[in-house]
């Protein structure tokens, strides 16, 4: 069947080329490319989970009943090498490490520490089925006796593309109740909007898990399956959308650009309501109008523009992160300055029964060489083969040939 295909394709190709002026085709460069095969393969059963663990208070662990995870997958789409995921989910990073440094001016005093404890946590493979999450929380709450995400989670906050787009939406499993911190947190971010941000359109997202379906549609949805609140905001509308798996999603012109003003602005937007709601300021008569990130404690839109290119610059695909990875290392510096306890937690998956496996041999050499086309060696050996013609005739009626130069030598010598 392929190659049936393959003489089409051909075909199809003589017959456009025969349709262009001979002239043309003299000149028209071909390009030759070869990939040579690759070496075998193995499997390599290593992926990368990156934990970011609470605020810490005079170094010891601030005691507290309740603390809110702040969530963002690190990976993008799994084309390798092409892909830099710019939006999808860079700039999910990009609000993350902001919240982190704006949080960690709060909570360095005690008397500005808020009722939760705040916790951040970026993952890797977020592309195969949110791997890196979905072990992170087997082992925090299958294979230990205590853990910080035993029945004291007040929410999850996962962020997911937004860098672009007037509109934002928060993607839920199943609908808050009122009365609970989830409700709060989807109030507190119809105000914010409604008095700062006028041209933004919200609205809430309501999708049931499918358990039926291979892979999931957001990665909330994972710390719901184990019965954790939690929800994503993200500027797309549909888990489906092309903008979450494009090759284009990087941050040069060629393609559709992160926008800074817009991915500053839905920075502020979650800032500004996730205080509000971990300092229950609304309770406490503070104006819904008060913008409480100002001056000094503003948002900083050129750091976030480095950390995007920085971010924008480099594939993170799992199959290319591994632990002594210069992007890693350079994420827990980063996160080094404003909490006072990162961690990086490594993953192996189950050799026996594993959901993915990564081979390495990623990245091969294609040579390309420009050579004349088959129609110049065609013209070319026709003209060969007319010159030898016509030297056999020569030498095989050379005596013809003779009477002939000396009949034209004769006449021009008597003129």
């Given at each position: 069947?392929?190659?049936?295909?393959?003489?089409?394709?051909?075909?199809?190709?003589?017959?456009?080329?025969?349709?262009?002026?001979?002239?043309?085709?003299?000149?028209?460069?071909?390009?030759?490319?070869?990939?040579?095969?690759?070496?075998?393969?193995?499997?390599?059963?290593?992926?990368?989970?990156?934990?970011?663990?609470?605020?810490?208070?005079?170094?010891?662990?601030?005691?507290?009943?309740?603390?809110?995870?702040?969530?963002?997958?690190?990976?993008?789409?799994?084309?390798?090498?092409?892909?830099?995921?710019?939006?999808?989910?860079?700039?999910?990073?990009?609000?993350?490490?902001?919240?982190?440094?704006?949080?960690?001016?709060?909570?360095?005093?005690?008397?500005?520490?808020?009722?939760?404890?705040?916790?951040?946590?970026?993952?890797?493979?977020?592309?195969?089925?949110?791997?890196?999450?979905?072990?992170?929380?087997?082992?925090?709450?299958?294979?230990?006796?205590?853990?910080?995400?035993?029945?004291?989670?007040?929410?999850?906050?996962?962020?997911?593309?937004?860098?672009?787009?007037?509109?934002?939406?928060?993607?839920?499993?199943?609908?808050?109740?009122?009365?609970?911190?989830?409700?709060?947190?989807?109030?507190?971010?119809?105000?914010?909007?409604?008095?700062?941000?006028?041209?933004?359109?919200?609205?809430?997202?309501?999708?049931?898990?499918?358990?039926?379906?291979?892979?999931?549609?957001?990665?909330?949805?994972?710390?719901?399956?184990?019965?954790?609140?939690?929800?994503?905001?993200?500027?797309?509308?549909?888990?489906?959308?092309?903008?979450?798996?494009?090759?284009m999603d990087v941050r040069s012109a060629a393609g559709p650009r992160v926008n800074l003003q817009i991915l500053t602005r839905n920075t502020r937007i979650i800032v500004?309501?996730?205080?509000?709601?971990?300092?229950?300021?609304?309770?406490?008569?503070?104006?819904?109008?008060?913008?409480?990130?100002?001056?000094?404690?503003?948002?900083?839109?050129?750091?976030?523009?480095?950390?995007?290119?920085?971010?924008?610059?480099?594939?993170?695909?799992?199959?290319?992160?591994?632990?002594?990875?210069?992007?890693?290392?350079?994420?827990?510096?980063?996160?080094?300055?404003?909490?006072?306890?990162?961690?990086?937690?490594?993953?192996?998956?189950?050799?026996?029964?594993?959901?993915?496996?990564?081979?390495?041999?990623?990245?091969?050499?294609?040579?390309?060489?420009?050579?004349?086309?088959?129609?110049?060696?065609?013209?070319?050996?026709?003209?060969?083969?007319?010159?030898?013609?016509?030297?056999?005739?020569?030498?095989?009626?050379?005596?013809?040939?003779?009477?002939?130069?000396?009949?034209?030598?004769?006449?021009?010598?008597?003129?």
């Amino acid at each position: 069947m392929l190659e049936e295909a393959g003489e089409e394709v051909l075909g199809s190709v003589l017959l456009k080329a025969s349709c262009l002026p001979l002239s043309f085709l003299l000149v028209l460069p071909a390009v030759l490319l070869l990939l040579l095969g690759p070496p075998p393969a193995s499997a390599a059963h290593e992926f990368t989970v990156y934990r970011m663990q609470q605020y810490e208070l005079g170094g010891q662990p601030y005691e507290l009943d309740q603390q809110i995870l702040g969530h963002s997958k690190l990976s993008e789409l799994s084309f390798l090498w092409l892909s830099h995921g710019a939006d999808s989910n860079g700039s999910g990073v990009a609000v993350l490490l902001e919240l982190a440094r704006l949080f960690s001016r709060l909570y360095t005093y005690k008397r500005t520490h808020a009722a939760y404890n705040l916790l951040f946590f970026a993952s890797g493979g977020g592309k195969f089925n949110y791997q890196g999450t979905k072990r992170w929380l087997e082992d925090n709450l299958d294979h230990t006796d205590f853990s910080l995400l035993q029945d004291n989670v007040a929410f999850v906050l996962c962020l997911d593309t937004l860098g672009r787009g007037n509109s934002l939406h928060l993607h839920v499993s199943k609908p808050p109740k009122e009365g609970t911190l989830q409700h709060t947190f989807l109030k507190e971010l119809e105000q914010v909007i409604a008095h700062h941000f006028p041209e933004v359109r919200f609205s809430m997202v309501h999708k049931k898990i499918n358990l039926a379906e291979d892979m999931l549609a957001w990665e909330h949805e994972r710390f719901a399956i184990r019965r954790l609140p939690a929800f994503t905001v993200s500027h797309l509308e549909s888990h489906r959308d092309g903008l979450r798996n494009s090759i284009m999603d990087v941050r040069s012109a060629a393609g559709p650009r992160v926008n800074l003003q817009i991915l500053t602005r839905n920075t502020r937007i979650i800032v500004e309501a996730l205080t509000r709601v971990v300092y229950n300021l609304t309770e406490k008569g503070v104006p819904a109008d008060l913008q409480i990130f100002t001056e000094h404690m503003q948002i900083q839109q050129e750091q976030m523009e480095s950390v995007m290119d920085w971010l924008s610059s480099q594939p993170r695909a799992a199959q290319l992160v591994d632990k002594d990875s210069t992007f890693i290392n350079t994420l827990e510096y980063y996160l080094s300055r404003y909490l006072k306890d990162v961690k990086q937690h490594y993953v192996k998956a189950d050799k026996r029964d594993p959901e993915f496996v990564f081979y390495d041999q990623l990245k091969q050499v294609m040579n390309a060489y420009r050579v004349k086309p088959a129609i110049f060696d065609l013209l070319l050996a026709l003209c060969i083969a007319a010159y030898l013609g016509v030297a056999y005739i020569a030498v095989q009626h050379f005596g013809l040939l003779y009477k002939l130069v000396q009949r034209v030598s004769r006449k021009s010598k008597q003129q």
